[in-house]
Structures are given as C-alpha cells and as structure tokens.
C-alpha cells in the first residue's frame, strides 16, 4: 500500500466541497481500508452499495438541483466514478492490491490537485 494512501484519503474528506458533496462517503471509506479496518473486497463492496445508496436519493433531487450538484461537485463526482470505474464490476482479490492501491493513490492525487487548481 502507498504509504500515503492514508493521508490522501485524508486530505481528501477534509477538502470543502468534498464535504459538502453528494459522494462525501468516498474518503470516509477509503480511510477504512487504508487504516486497515476493512479489507479490499469489502471496500469494493461497501462503495458499490453506498453509491446505489445515494443514486437512488440523487436522483430524486429536483432537476435544477442535479443541474446545480453536477456544477458545484465536480471533482468530487469525477473521482466517484474513477474509484467506481476501478473497484466494481469485476471481481477484487487481495492479489490485486498493491495495483490497486497504486491506482487509488493516483485517483486521490488527481482530486487533490483539481481542488488546489480550483481554489486558487
């Protein structure tokens, strides 16, 4: 695991509008699995049926309040997708781990530079 995969999960919930955006579960559950609390398989998981979760809610909002989340959210949704594009539909094993990890670690990097490049 990137030793950092922590961190930016961190830095990552602690951003504004991550916190304020519809996929604020995203680095609440990445910092699950790379403190070690849940496993790869299980993050693939949780973040499938948490998304279907808030699908479900999103989706229901007033059209002029997607409008105005899919504007505000931005970078919060395109890195949802990143990390679904990545962990679901297929099947997850440990063995793909230090892959994955990498692949997250550069998923969280990409946001964080979009909100640094966003806030100033």
């Not at 559950?29 to 999103?58: C, H, K």
């Amino acid at each position: 695991m990137p030793q950092n995969l922590e961190t930016l999960a961190k830095e990552t919930a602690a951003s504004h509008a991550m916190m304020n955006s519809p996929v604020s579960f995203v680095p609440a559950l990445l910092t699950y699995y790379a403190s070690g609390e849940i496993t790869l398989p299980e993050l693939a998981a949780r973040l499938e049926r948490t998304t279907l979760d808030a699908q479900f809610y999103y989706f229901r909002m007033p059209k002029a309040d997607i409008e105005m989340n899919l504007k505000l959210f931005m970078n919060e949704f395109k890195l949802a997708n990143d990390l679904n594009d990545l962990l679901l539909g297929r099947p997850i094993s440990q063995d793909d781990k230090e892959s994955i990890d990498s692949r997250i670690a550069e998923c969280l990097t990409r946001y964080l530079d979009s909100v640094r490049e966003t806030d100033g």
